[in-house]
Structures are given as C-alpha cells and as structure tokens.
Nanobody, 119 residues
Framework: QVQLVESGGGLVQPGGSLTLSCVAA????????MGWYRQAPGNQRELVAK???????NYTDSVKGRFTISGVFAKNTVYLQMNSLQVEDTAVYYC?????????????WGQGTQVTVSA
C-alpha cells in the first residue's frame, strides 16, 4: 500500500485559479505515472490529467488550455495548476499513481480534495 496525500483544494470564484499538490509516501515501488481524477456529485470519476515518468502528459478535452499537470517524480510529487476555473470544474479531485514492482503495476489513490467554483 502506498499513501498519497492531496492538498490545495478550496473555494474559488469563476475565472480564478488553484494549484493542487499530491505527495506519495516513499516506498519500494517505482512510479510509472501520476494523475488527477475528479468526481462531481451524481457523476462517474473521470480522468482530468496524467503524466508519466517520461514527462508525457494527457488531458481530458474540457480542461485543455486551462489546466497544467507537472511532476517531480524524484520527490514523488505531482501538481495540477488550474486556471480559468469554471463552475463545471466543481468536484472532488483525487490523486492517483501507477506504482511498479517488478512487472506488476498497481494503482493507488489519495483520499481526495474538494474544489468548489462558485460566485
């Protein structure tokens, strides 16, 4: 088991910005990728952005040009810079990591941090 801890959520007005951070506890695993997901009430959890150990990123279409994911894998850390936030971005944001031990990759999750965009 690997513990991931998110921080940086909160309440922000439409058009505002927030930066989420996630730190994974050090472990025997090697990190293949880290990412951010979100889940709004009544909706399924969806991928927001992901970054792999080579720095390759992918984003869901609705956040392209507004959100930026970055990682410092040597410090087991991933960030999500969120700009031009919209009411539709309101959700619980979860950090996840793909952790490798040998040939096996296991995904672990954080507890989530609430992001509320409201006037």
């Amino acid at each position: 088991q690997v513990q991931l801890v998110e921080s940086g959520g909160g309440l922000v007005q439409p058009g505002g910005s927030l930066t989420l951070s996630c730190v994974a506890a050090r472990s025997k695993f090697v990190i293949d990728a880290m990412g951010w997901y979100r889940q709004a009430p009544g909706n399924q959890r969806e991928l927001v952005a992901k970054i792999n150990s080579r720095g390759r990123t992918n984003y869901t279409d609705s956040v392209k040009g507004r959100f930026t994911i970055s990682g410092v894998f040597a410090k087991n850390t991933v960030y999500l810079q969120m700009n031009s936030l919209q009411v539709e971005d309101t959700a619980v944001y979860y950090c996840s990591g793909d952790f490798r031990w040998g040939k096996r990759v296991t995904e672990f999750w954080g507890q989530g941090t609430q992001v509320t965009v409201s006037a």
